[in-house]
């Protein structure tokens, strides 16, 4: 898969697992386990990428003793979501297309 088109959808995914309820690193990767594989340095790269968009903003909490960074969406984040939902629309449309071409659409 194209990097640049991997990176756009891990960001998406990330943002749609905080998006109801504030979240942490280990927790923001199990939710997403079902999914996706995703490792902890990728995770982090990627919430310091959406942290330096302002996407995503940070706080800690002290947590059995230790600080533990939990991770809020923005409006801009949400929005990101939303201009994901409309581009897959094109996406998708592409699929059908490609699809089409290959004698594989039905």
Not at 8 to 25: P, Q
Not at 62 to 77: A, F, M, P, S, V
Request: hydrophobic share 35%; with cysteine.
């Amino acid at each position: 898969m194209d990097i640049q088109l991997k990176r756009g959808l891990l960001d998406v995914c990330v943002l749609a697992a905080i998006k109801n309820e504030d979240s942490y690193g280990y927790q923001i990767i199990k939710d997403m386990k079902p999914y996706l594989d995703l490792s902890e340095s990728t995770l982090y790269t990627i919430l310091k990428r959406l942290e330096a968009g302002q996407m995503l903003t940070v706080r800690m909490v002290e947590h059995q003793g230790r600080l533990r960074k939990y991770y809020h969406i923005t409006q801009l984040g949400i929005e990101r979501i939303d201009e994901f939902k409309e581009d897959w629309k094109d996406i998708e449309a592409i699929y059908r297309f490609i699809t089409w071409e290959d004698g594989s659409n039905e």
